[in-house]
């Protein structure tokens, strides 16, 4: 019979299975010792059979039995094939319409099933239903494990997080310190794509020794771990392991990150405006593009353009609007400068910076939210019915949205508190990040629409001098 061997481990099998090579070995001598033909060899490793997680040799398996290449699979037991009584189905079902007669198990405690029989597609029926039954029994252990283990503070395991050694609980002095360096960066408004790439100048590395990226960072900070909380299915709990910053820095953190929307890229900035500007004729948002000038081989400019393809914003607009971007940027710049360029102005804004109040709404989202975790209970012992729980969550919901709002505001004064009111306004604007500038625009500006019209003026922004025409230029103001 053409037969073929399967092996598998997961990554929860460790310990309690033997490894993909020594599978394959006493597959291979079954085969040999009943003399058939070695059609191939199979094997996934680190890879779940019960989760929908991509097996790619089992796939080929499958696709060698549609193609009546085999006649048997060989495996050490059942449990390596499937653990899934869905997926062992689709593979007994096989039997029906190829070649496949038999699946062997190498275990001498352990039966094969003759698939030629009904009895046989019956018995392994039977132990898949079982093999399923037992790993829900196992995923029940393991999550009431891990819950006890949460509820004690203790540490699930896993890759060593920054700031810590290997056992995840002792603090690296070394990486601490460098991580409240970085909270202290962000807290007073410094983009992550900034602090990243000042990372890698210096030679820090992650855990695992790879460059830092946006989605490394962002999981760092939004882990409630470096603030000395254990978290387990959205509940904190003390946790045995000392914090490395506060609390309340943290929480801080959770609303500048969340304010800030950052993308997974630290590539520098080229267009200021993007996400801000708008094509006066059609209302669709004007994206940042270079243009290459033909007229003078070699020239490129920065402009911005309506887009007329969906690939920008997924949906269209004119494409009939297009502006230098240097001299829109300079204008709206000099006007974001003079509108800071009051000591009242920044000190009202810097008002919204009151650390109490600060603390108090974030207080109070708590309670909101603790509010939430009692709802469910309710609905969970039957006190709220579905339509109750459903009016009563939506409202909470939109509460919770509403303090996040304020919250946003309130982290935004406190950026802008932290300008000097020394005279050196202009200084500070010149030197910032564009990540910083993009976020004072946003405090300061609605929205930026290019009017339709030819430009024929020449005007001078700056101290330098454009073809551009600044009444085609309108800035809605949010103060």
């Given at each position: 019979?053409?037969?073929?061997?399967?092996?598998?481990?997961?990554?929860?099998?460790?310990?309690?299975?033997?490894?993909?090579?020594?599978?394959?070995?006493?597959?291979?001598?079954?085969?040999?010792?009943?003399?058939?033909?070695?059609?191939?060899?199979?094997?996934?490793?680190?890879?779940?059979?019960?989760?929908?997680?991509?097996?790619?040799?089992?796939?080929?398996?499958?696709?060698?039995?549609?193609?009546?290449?085999?006649?048997?699979?060989?495996?050490?037991?059942?449990?390596?094939?499937?653990?899934?009584?869905?997926?062992?189905?689709?593979?007994?079902s096989l039997a029906y319409t190829t070649d496949l007669q038999h699946i062997a198990v190498t275990d001498p405690d352990r039966r094969g099933f003759d698939l030629s029989t009904r009895s046989g597609?019956?018995?392994?029926?039977?132990?898949?239903?079982?093999?399923?039954?037992?790993?829900?029994?196992?995923?029940?252990?393991?999550?009431?494990?891990?819950?006890?283990?949460?509820?004690?503070?203790?540490?699930?395991?896993?890759?060593?997080?920054?700031?810590?050694?290997?056992?995840?609980?002792?603090?690296?002095?070394?990486?601490?310190?460098?991580?409240?360096?970085?909270?202290?960066?962000?807290?007073?408004?410094?983009?992550?794509?900034?602090?990243?790439?000042?990372?890698?100048?210096?030679?820090?590395?992650?855990?695992?020794?790879?460059?830092?990226?946006?989605?490394?960072?962002?999981?760092?900070?939004?882990?409630?771990?470096?603030?000395?909380?254990?978290?387990?299915?959205?509940?904190?709990?003390?946790?045995?392991?000392?914090?490395?910053?506060?609390?309340?820095?943290?929480?801080?953190?959770?609303?500048?990150?969340?304010?800030r929307a950052q993308h997974g890229t630290v590539e520098p900035r080229r267009y200021l405006l993007t996400g801000l500007l708008f094509c006066g004729n059609c209302d669709n948002p004007m994206v940042?593009?270079?243009?290459?000038?033909?007229?003078?081989?070699?020239?490129?400019?920065?402009?911005?353009?309506?887009?007329?393809?969906?690939?920008?914003?997924?949906?269209?607009?004119?494409?009939?609007?297009?502006?230098?971007?240097?001299?829109?940027?300079?204008?709206?710049?000099?006007?974001?400068?003079?509108?800071?360029?009051?000591?009242?102005?920044?000190?009202?804004?810097?008002?919204?910076?009151?650390?109490?109040?600060?603390?108090?709404?974030?207080?109070?989202?708590?309670?909101?939210?603790?509010?939430?975790?009692?709802?469910?209970?309710?609905?969970?012992?039957?006190?709220?019915?579905?339509?109750?729980?459903?009016?009563?969550?939506?409202?909470?919901?939109?509460?919770?949205?509403?303090?996040?709002?304020?919250?946003?505001?309130?982290?935004?004064?406190?950026?802008?508190?932290?300008?000097?009111?020394?005279?050196?306004?202009?200084?500070?604007?010149?030197?910032?990040?564009?990540?910083?500038?993009?976020?004072?625009?946003?405090?300061?500006?609605k929205k930026i629409v290019v009017l339709p019209g030819r430009t024929q003026r020449v005007c001078e922004i700056s101290g330098q001098t454009f073809r551009f025409d600044p009444s085609l230029l309108?800035?809605?103001?949010?103060?």
């Amino acid at each position: 019979m053409r037969a073929a061997p399967y092996a598998r481990m997961s990554r929860e099998d460790i310990g309690n299975v033997d490894n993909t090579d020594i599978q394959l070995e006493e597959d291979l001598a079954w085969i040999d010792e009943h003399d058939h033909e070695l059609v191939g060899t199979y094997v996934d490793n680190n890879i779940s059979a019960y989760s929908n997680a991509r097996r790619p040799d089992y796939e080929r398996l499958l696709a060698d039995i549609e193609a009546d290449k085999i006649d048997i699979i060989v495996c050490t037991e059942p449990s390596r094939l499937n653990r899934n009584l869905r997926n062992s189905i689709g593979l007994i079902s096989l039997a029906y319409t190829t070649d496949l007669q038999h699946i062997a198990v190498t275990d001498p405690d352990r039966r094969g099933f003759d698939l030629s029989t009904r009895s046989g597609i019956q018995n392994a029926l039977e132990a898949a239903i079982e093999d399923e039954k037992e790993v829900t029994r196992l995923s029940g252990r393991q999550k009431r494990k891990t819950r006890v283990r949460a509820k004690d503070g203790r540490t699930n395991g896993g890759p060593r997080p920054f700031g810590f050694e290997a056992d995840g609980t002792t603090i690296r002095e070394s990486e601490a310190i460098i991580l409240r360096e970085v909270v202290r960066r962000l807290l007073d408004g410094e983009s992550s794509r900034s602090i990243i790439l000042d990372l890698r100048r210096r030679g820090v590395k992650t855990p695992t020794g790879k460059e830092w990226r946006v989605h490394t960072l962002r999981r760092i900070i939004s882990s409630p771990r470096i603030c000395g909380i254990r978290t387990h299915l959205g509940t904190h709990y003390p946790a045995q392991w000392p914090a490395i910053i506060s609390y309340e820095d943290w929480q801080r953190l959770q609303i500048v990150w969340r304010a800030r929307a950052q993308h997974g890229t630290v590539e520098p900035r080229r267009y200021l405006l993007t996400g801000l500007l708008f094509c006066g004729n059609c209302d669709n948002p004007m994206v940042g593009q270079t243009w290459h000038d033909t007229r003078r081989p070699g020239s490129t400019i920065r402009r911005y353009r309506c887009a007329k393809d969906e690939a920008y914003y997924h949906r269209s607009g004119c494409g009939k609007i297009f502006r230098s971007a240097e001299p829109i940027e300079l204008l709206v710049s000099e006007g974001v400068v003079r509108r800071l360029d009051s000591p009242d102005f920044v000190r009202a804004l810097g008002a919204q910076a009151n650390d109490g109040e600060l603390k108090a709404k974030i207080d109070e989202r708590e309670h909101k939210r603790a509010h939430q975790r009692e709802l469910l209970e309710d609905r969970a012992h039957g006190i709220l019915n579905r339509a109750e729980y459903e009016y009563a969550k939506h409202i909470v919901e939109d509460e919770i949205e509403a303090i996040n709002r304020q919250l946003d505001t309130m982290q935004s004064g406190r950026t802008l508190a932290r300008i000097p009111l020394d005279g050196t306004l202009r200084q500070v604007w010149q030197e910032a990040d564009m990540d910083f500038k993009r976020d004072l625009i946003r405090l300061l500006v609605k929205k930026i629409v290019v009017l339709p019209g030819r430009t024929q003026r020449v005007c001078e922004i700056s101290g330098q001098t454009f073809r551009f025409d600044p009444s085609l230029l309108r800035i809605d103001w949010q103060v």
